[in-house]
T-cell receptor, first 111, second 115 residues
Framework: RKEVEQDPGPFNVPEGATVAFNCTYS??????FFWYRQDCRKEPKLLMSVYSSGNEDGRFTAQLNRASQYISLLIRDSKLSDSATYLCVVITSGGSYIPTFGRGTSLIVHP | DAGVIQSPRHEVTEMGQEVTLRCKPI?????LFWYRQTMMRGLELLIY????????DSGMPEDRFSAKMPNASFSTLKIQPSEPRDSAVYFCASSSQGPTNSPLHFGNGTRLTVT
């Protein structure tokens, strides 16, 4: 089993839709979690951190479920500009802190 | 702030040649990461440095790959000899307080093609 797994998609949704992605991780010692966004042929950029109690940033909501070992990202009122690949990042302690990226979930928002 | 600067943006080389990728992290960032991205494997961490010292190089594929950070403002990733399977986008990223507390800031990447 891979350390960090995501459904590659693509998720194809109309403008205004609500869409959610999950990301599962295998190491229960994982302690920090993030969502990054990567546009086509560009570098990844931080979208938001994921806190234990869940957190919201505008139309974006991130949740952590430690019992089931997954994090989620919810996007409300999707915009065309939300089209991108969303990468989850899990950081596990064990001597060194290694940020492990999932392979990403592709989102396409259409008019 | 200029951000993380990588060079070259594109590199096309023949199998067997030496390739050197360069990275200038954001000033004041103590952590520097080298990642490789391919369609098949996604983003893979190759090596990371803290205060110019390599902390974890378990992701370096084999002896053909080497990375150095001679000072706080410069790092290189060298592949010698290069092979077609090394074709990928190589990203450098820096972080101010370590990956658990601060985000990774990525450079634009170097797109390497080995023929």
């Amino acid at each position: 089993r891979k350390e960090v797994e995501q459904d590659p998609g693509p998720f194809n949704v109309p403008e205004g839709a609500t869409v959610a992605f999950n990301c599962t991780y295998s190491n229960s010692a994982s302690q920090s979690f993030f969502w990054y966004r990567q546009d086509c042929r560009k570098e990844p950029k931080l979208l938001m951190s994921v806190y234990s109690s869940g957190n919201e940033d505008g139309r974006f909501t991130a949740q952590l479920n430690r019992a089931s070992q997954y994090i989620s990202l919810l996007i409300r009122d999707s915009k065309l500009s939300d089209s991108a690949t969303y990468l989850c990042v899990v950081i596990t302690s064990g001597g060194s802190y290694i940020p492990t990226f999932g392979r990403g979930t592709s989102l396409i928002v259409h008019p | 702030d200029a951000g993380v600067i990588q060079s070259p943006r594109h590199e096309v080389t023949e199998m067997g040649q030496e390739v050197t990728l360069r990275c200038k992290p954001i000033s004041g960032h103590d952590y520097l990461f080298w990642y490789r991205q391919t369609m098949m494997r996604g983003l893979e961490l190759l090596i990371y440095f803290n205060n110019n010292v390599p902390i974890d190089d378990s992701g370096m594929p084999e002896d053909r790959f080497s990375a150095k950070m001679p000072n706080a403002s410069f790092s290189t990733l060298k592949i010698q000899p290069s092979e077609p399977r090394d074709s990928a986008v190589y990203f450098c990223a820096s972080s101010s307080q370590g990956p658990t507390n601060s985000p990774l800031h990525f450079g634009n990447g170097t797109r390497l093609t080995v023929t």
